[in-house]
């Protein structure tokens, strides 16, 4: 179930595109990050170009939604057992009331859900074929470029084992992270890196950032590695286990030095604070993750400074993720954002790389950390009204305007947690079925069942 939601109080902070046929091995999403070769920078990094089109109608920031629940202590997820009754029996949730477009205005109308259990039907038709043709290779690899599109398979075995509690999934998730970590190297070693320092890391073999160590593409797959990592620490049945207590302190040693430390010393503002709204959000969700789990008090202030930073204060840019939202120019209950700090112009952000941020702002507001209910109320009406208005129709930007693939398996699918209309129309979606895709539905499908719908 969720974690009962602490508002932080203190420091409140909030805070292109590619084509499916960069789908990898058949069984990850789009590289969203990497637009083409032609745009990366010297770390491998893309900004995407920004299309000038007229300005929204509003211009006025989002302002932060007052707290709506009490501070309460935060609970472990309840994941210990192998099996969970709501995989046994038909999933219900009940729909609110709305009177947002799209949502519907009938009161308390149940709405019947796949269940988790069929979503692990389906997952598991795709389990092994996925890990044997790409994630486990790709875990072995030494290229950190794999390791991009690897995030997606920890992310749908962490998902599958938080919708389960069956460990095999969990088994997996620290098979592909334990694999990358035993395959680092001290960057003095590597031959073409711009550091040469004694951290640890890989190289790069995609050609535009060949030798290079690269920032993103360690941070778009750790993001998952720190939830994977913070899901163990939640779960008493794991954390309590000296099998997956070792792992736990071994990678999370890794990770605070190895990850965080690394980027933030080699310089926080080209590493940590990034160009655009979709790459800092991968280090906000990391350094938010962290923050939940170290048990040094001088790292925990650094890891929510990085956080609240990155939500409110940018120290490098004028914006922030918070600064960054407005009041949807199409839709009056729906948000609008470009992925240019400090820009206000449409089309926006593009959905690609919305997916990222949407994947960080979910698990914040899960965590109780800043975004609330009536912010991801807005998301879901961002989704189900603009971005997806039917069912084979998809907006390539937040504001809706141009045609997209209609892949969100990276992060706007999981707002279906917080909705069961939008869950519900998940259950037909024909783009991205892979393992993320069942994962994440399958753990959408237990959070409604325990009361997570808004």
Not at 180 to 196: D, E, G, I, Y
Not at 309 to 317: L, V
Not at 357 to 367: F, K, Q, R, S
Not at 411 to 427: F, I, P, S, V
């Amino acid at each position: 179930m969720l974690e009962p939601r602490r508002r932080n109080t203190s420091g409140r902070a909030l805070s292109s595109l590619l084509s499916l046929a960069l789908l990898v091995g058949g069984a990850c999403g789009p590289n969203p990050e990497q637009d083409n070769a032609s745009t990366a920078g010297d770390n491998g990094d893309n900004t995407p170009g920004s299309t000038e089109v007229a300005r929204p109608d509003s211009d006025s920031l989002a302002p932060s939604s007052p707290e709506e629940i009490a501070a309460v202590p935060g609970e472990p997820e309840a994941e210990e057992s192998p099996a969970t009754p709501e995989a046994d029996a038909p999933a219900t949730a009940e729909v609110p009331a709305s009177t947002e477009e799209g949502l519907g205005t009938t009161a308390q109308a149940a709405v019947s859900l796949r269940t988790v259990a069929g979503w692990e039907t389906l997952f598991l038709n795709r389990w092994n074929s996925e890990h044997t043709s790409s994630f486990l290779p790709k875990s072995n690899s030494l290229d950190s470029w794999q390791f991009y599109d690897l995030s997606y398979g920890i992310d749908g075995n962490t998902a599958m084992y938080r919708a389960t509690g069956k460990t095999q999934y969990m088994d997996r998730a620290l098979l592909y992270v334990n694999n990358m970590v035993n395959h680092a190297k001290v960057s003095s070693s590597l031959p073409r890196s711009q550091f040469k320092d004694s951290y640890l890391g890989w190289a790069s073999a995609r050609s535009d950032t060949l030798g290079q160590e690269v920032p993103l593409f360690e941070s778009y797959c750790w993001r998952y590695v720190t939830r994977m990592l913070r899901t163990i620490r939640e779960t008493p049945a794991l954390y309590g286990n000296a099998t997956y207590k070792a792992q736990y302190d071994r990678l999370l040693a890794f990770t605070e030095r190895n990850m965080f430390e690394k980027w933030l010393k080699r310089g926080a503002n080209s590493y940590i604070y990034r160009v655009n709204t979709h790459m800092a959000s991968h280090w906000a969700y990391i350094a938010m993750d962290l923050s939940k789990m170290t048990t040094d008090a001088t790292k925990k202030a650094q890891y929510l400074t990085v956080f609240n930073n990155i939500n409110r204060d940018m120290p490098n840019n004028t914006s922030s993720l918070r600064g960054q939202l407005m009041t949807s120019p199409v839709n009056a209950n729906a948000y609008f954002w470009a992925a240019e700090w400090g820009s206000k112009k449409r089309p926006g952000q593009d959905v690609a790389h919305g997916n990222g941020v949407m994947a960080y702002l979910v698990e914040a507001h899960d965590a109780g950390m800043e975004w609330t209910d009536a912010d991801m109320r807005k998301f879901v009406v961002t989704l189900n009204n603009v971005i997806w208005p039917s069912a084979k129709r998809y907006g390539m930007y937040v504001d809706g305007t141009g045609t997209g693939t209609g892949w969100f398996n990276d992060g706007l699918m999981k707002l279906g947690r917080y909705n069961a209309t939008l869950q519900q129309r998940l259950e037909t979606h024909s783009v991205g079925q892979n393992t993320q895709f069942y994962g994440n539905a399958a753990l959408n499908a237990k959070l409604l069942s325990a009361g997570s719908a808004l």
